[in-house]
């Protein structure tokens, strides 16, 4: 009578490359499902707590700082800004093509972080890489909506923001 592992060979080998290789395929398609799952579910996210005057955060194909208002741009040219533009409060780059947005509800600051390179915000129509959260927390904590982690604070103190008006911004 044989038993189970005398049967299975001795040898550890690894499944043929072609193999590998379609699980790997079929591992970033998964993964690339479940973040835009997650970009979705933050874009609606910004739909309720920081709505635009017309449209979806969903559907905005960039963002645009024109004087002191923030501009959402969509496919069809048409634009939208905030229902409440006071709750734009600085930027991170260039006005015609910022690398971060922040936002302000209730005392609580939201950075959009753009990136059309970066890993998530290249598969994104906005650019949008992550979006994150200033939790509540005595302590100087962030959320990555998107990839689910905490952040440094002193990733956010490398960082230099510009207010709207043009002076500095701290977070």
Known sequence: MNTLAQQQPTTNTL????TMATE???????NQRHIKQVMDYSKGFLDKSFPLQQ????????????Y???????????????????????LSGHREQPNSLVFNNN???IELVLNRTG???????????????QSNEPHCV?????TGRQISCSHK???????????????
Do not use: E
Not at 74 to 79: C, I, N, R, V, W
């Open 107 to 109: 005392g609580r600051h």
């Open 15 to 18: 499944p043929p490359i072609s």
């Open 142 to 146: 962030w959320f990555s909506m998107i």
């Open 157 to 171: 103190s490398n960082k230099q923001f510009t207010c709207k008006d043009g002076g500095s911004y701290s977070l």
């Open 55 to 66: 449209g979806s955060h969903k559907d905005v194909s960039s963002y645009v700082v024109y």
């Open 24 to 30: 790997i395929s079929v591992i970033n398609q998964l």
């Open 68 to 90: 002191q208002q923030l501009l959402a741009f969509f496919a069809d040219g048409s634009t939208s800004g905030l229902q409440q533009p006071v709750q734009f409060v600085a």
């Open 119 to 133: 890993i998530n915000g290249s598969q994104d129509q906005a650019g949008i890489d992550d979006i994150q959260l």
